[in-house]
């Protein structure tokens, strides 16, 4: 079965400073991974995805992820934060499931405060 | 291109009281669709996803049921509400086919049980 985990649900930084958010995932196939962002009472947008090739990501909006494999990681990162970047940010992973279709999967969450 | 709309956008319903949320997708045939339910700090739980017409698989038993009356439209239904049933659900779907399963979402829909 897969999984993902994002460590934090809250994380704050300070308008400009440096983002990074965290996922971990698990999967016994080579995954497909995600980041999605969601504003608030919407639906969730897709940030960038990893399926093979390269491992540093470039998404929409600055941001970019690097997958590591052996670390199952694949954390969020943008080098500084303007206060349009609030919101709440998804992991995912997707995995070809027994019934022969690819099932994703989402982290919890973390939702990102910048501070003016 | 591929649009997505969900309906309605909020809901308040009676415990008891039937249940119909729409979504319809244009700009492509044969999509893979998605029912998803959001509650505060647990993330997205997938309720059920359909490859076509007709068929539909369900994720987690409860209280709710997909159907897929034709290839682009997807419809969430309860035949009685409970309080649990509260949530931000939403439809999304992708492009059919095994390969990376990028998703495109709905708006949403809030659903407040009283």
């Known amino acids: 079965a897969q999984s993902v985990t994002q460590l934090g649900s809250h994380v704050s930084v300070s308008e400009g400073a440096l983002v990074l958010l965290r996922c971990n995932y698990s999967?016994?196939?080579?995954?497909?991974l995600f980041w999605y962002v969601q504003y608030p009472n919407q639906g969730l947008q897709l940030l960038l995805k990893?399926?093979?090739?390269?491992?540093l990501v470039k998404g929409i909006n600055g941001f970019e992820a690097e997958f590591k494999k052996s670390e199952t990681s694949f954390h969020l990162t943008k080098p500084s934060a303007p206060m349009s970047d609030a919101a709440e940010y998804f992991c995912?992973?997707?995995?070809?499931?027994?019934?022969?279709?690819?099932?994703?999967?989402f982290g919890t969450g973390t939702k990102l405060q910048v501070i003016p | 291109s591929q649009t997505i709309h969900q309906w309605p956008a909020t809901l308040v319903q009676p415990v008891g009281s039937p249940l119909s949320l729409e979504c319809t997708v244009e700009?492509?045939?044969?999509?893979?669709l998605y029912w998803y339910r959001q509650a505060a700090g647990r993330g997205l739980q997938l309720l059920f996803y359909?490859?076509?017409?007709?068929?539909i698989s369900s994720e987690v038993p409860q209280n709710l049921s997909a159907s897929r009356p034709q290839d682009r439209q997807f419809i969430l239904s309860s035949k009685k509400l409970l309080l649990s049933d509260s949530g931000f659900y939403l439809c999304?779907?992708?492009?059919?086919?095994?390969?990376?399963?990028?998703?495109?979402f709905g708006a949403g829909s809030r659903l407040t049980v009283l």
């Open positions: 990893y399926t093979t090739g390269a491992t």
């Open positions: 995912a992973v997707s995995g070809l499931n027994s019934g022969g279709y690819q099932k994703v999967t």
């Open positions: 700009g492509t045939s044969n999509p893979n």
């Open positions: 999304a779907w992708s492009e059919g086919g095994t390969g990376a399963n990028v998703l495109t």
């Open positions: 359909s490859v076509g017409i007709g068929q």
């Open positions: 999967s016994s196939v080579p995954p497909y």
